[in-house]
């Protein structure tokens, strides 16, 4: 881990480097956008203890797809993972930009109760689901459905089991047996995420945001993040005039603050004489 981690990601942010990148790519939003990442750390003590450079890398992910950090909205996480924040789309966000190719006519993902379920067949994808047959509160199942604006109509149905299988074999941020993360604290979230995921990566249009949104989620974060776009590879070039500009205002920082105790105690000195 570079010495970038010890620097706090509020003086990241105005660091004169990081501050390009984000105008480079978020132009008027930049400004806004640097103070949602310095929120979200202060409201996330788990984010306070990575690497603050992957925080704004991971954010920057997030920043080129725009879409929105706030996890409360539901488009994109960060979270942290083995010293590194990681960005960890939501179905929200997944649907945002299916919606933004203007080929989706209508889409859907449902959490589905016990009863709820009158028939499946997964050979012909036909679905029979009614909600007013609901006769407890345990979640069975997910649905996850689409249409596009040519006619061409899919439906998927995982079953509870089947998604906590595939969190098990593909979700490295997850744990194994026990959720970990956003999968234990919102696992319907990430189950109807895991539906409209593969659904739309097996049988639906994508976009080229749809296709990086797909490679990078979940992508176990080596220790220097790479995200494959122009505005991060600068960021990493840059990795050393980052460190350098930062200890170069710590220091300037200490001798104006000696700068001022020594104008403070000369004027003390004169008052004296007077």
């Known amino acids: 881990m570079n010495d970038l981690a010890r620097v706090p990601v509020k003086t990241l942010v105005k660091q004169d480097k990081i501050k390009e990148m984000l105008n480079e790519t978020l132009k008027g939003r930049a400004s806004q956008f640097a103070t949602s990442i310095i929120n979200i750390v202060n409201g996330d003590r788990s984010l306070q203890g ?17 879409l929105p950090i706030d996890k409360n909205l539901g488009y994109m996480w960060l979270v942290p993972y083995k010293g590194q924040a990681q960005a960890q789309i ?3 966000g997944y649907i945002q930009l299916a919606q933004r190719t203007g080929q989706y006519k209508a889409m859907n993902t449902v959490v589905v109760h016990e009863g709820e379920l009158i028939s499946w067949n997964s050979l012909s994808e036909e679905v029979e689901y009614d909600p007013t047959k609901r006769v407890s509160d345990e979640v069975i199942g997910y649905v996850g459905y689409f249409r596009l604006v040519n006619g061409f109509e899919k439906t998927v149905y995982w079953t509870k089991e089947q998604i906590d299988q595939h969190r098990q074999r593909f979700s490295k941020m997850s744990g194994k047996s026990e959720p970990t993360g956003v999968w234990k604290t919102d696992f319907d979230a990430m189950a109807l995420k895991t539906v409209i ?4 990566s097996k049988w639906g249009p994508l976009s080229i945001d749809m296709q990086e949104a797909l490679k990078h989620d979940e992508q176990e974060p080596t220790e220097r993040i790479d995200v494959e776009t122009d505005e991060l590879e600068a960021a990493s070039e840059t990795t050393d005039n980052l460190i ?9 920082g200490v001798k104006d ?7 403070a105690e000369e004027e003390a000195k004169q008052g004296e004489l007077l």
């Open 197 to 200: 995921r593969n659904m739309l």
């Open 90 to 92: 939501g179905y929200k």
């Open 244 to 252: 350098a500009d930062f200890n170069k205002s710590q220091q300037e």
């Open 257 to 263: 603050d000696d700068a001022s105790t020594n104008k």
């Open 50 to 66: 990575v690497n603050q450079m992957s925080v704004i890398q991971s954010a920057m992910v997030a920043a080129t797809l725009n």
